[in-house]
């Protein structure tokens, strides 16, 4: 069976390139096998913002719509989401603004593994 | 799978969320029925301080956001050797926390399956 990967981060779309590095993890982790999850807390959420455009820096949120296809799970608080001023359909395809409760509980109660990315 | 998690708190209360955050991650995982031990440590230490005024900065509390764990039966723990370094004496924390000495926390991280750092 294959092994389970949750990973947790809490930076957001701009001004890091935490979220691009959890990005690169998962697609890494995919690849060696594992089922993958991602969850966004705090600012974290604001990489599944649909509708971004970057000029000079990579498209994070179509970089997690492109691996949501390919089975990367993916959800973000929706209490950080709503204190952002974003509501549930802002959010990319693939991207499901979900809970700590709910989803990141499902999550990390079937990983094997959790990564933190985070400053 | 899964069946234990340890938070890790190395931020001061407000300024910054993070220490808010870990403290409703660790509820969130607890009032699930997961092990969930929460452990204060470095800059950590300066949730444990039982004269806090969120109100002055209009934040919440994290003090209430510790106790709520409580009702869970989620155990947590002060770094000893951190509270010394910052001059917090035992007597300053508020109650139901438990002092821990540097030396078990290689323990405590052990008899969890996962760790998560705030």
Redesign the interface.
């Known amino acids: 069976m294959a092994k389970t990967l949750t990973i947790l981060w809490r930076t957001g779309s701009m001004m890091a390139m935490d979220a691009n590095v959890a990005v690169n993890l998962a697609k890494a982790a995919t690849a060696k096998g594992y089922r993958v999850h991602m969850f966004g807390y705090g600012e974290g959420v604001t990489a599944v913002k649909k509708g971004q455009r970057p000029k000079r820096f990579p498209n994070v949120g179509e970089e997690l719509e492109e691996i949501a296809k390919q089975g990367v799970t993916q959800a973000v608080c929706e209490t950080c989401f709503a204190a952002r001023g974003f509501e549930r359909g802002e959010e990319i395809p693939g991207a499901k603004v979900g809970s700590l409760t709910n989803d990141l509980f499902k999550f990390v109660s079937e990983s094997d593994r959790l990564v933190t990315i985070a400053r | ?3 234990s ?1 340890l938070v890790l708190i190395t931020k001061a209360p407000y300024g910054v ?2 220490a808010f ?1 870990g403290l ?2 660790a ?3 607890g ?2 029925g ?1 092990k969930t031990t929460v452990l204060m440590l470095e800059d950590g230490v300066f949730n444990a301080v039982s004269t806090q005024k969120p109100e002055a900065v209009r934040m919440p509390s994290n003090i209430e956001a510790t106790k709520e764990l409580y009702d869970f039966e989620i155990p947590v723990y002060v770094v000893k050797e951190d509270l010394d370094a910052r001059g917090i004496p035992e007597s300053k924390l508020f109650d139901g926390l438990k002092v821990l000495p540097a030396d078990k926390l290689k323990g405590l991280l052990t008899e969890h399956d ?5």
């Open positions: 799978m899964a069946n998690i969320e993070e955050a409703r991650l509820l969130a995982m009032v699930n997961m996962l760790a998560t750092t705030f």
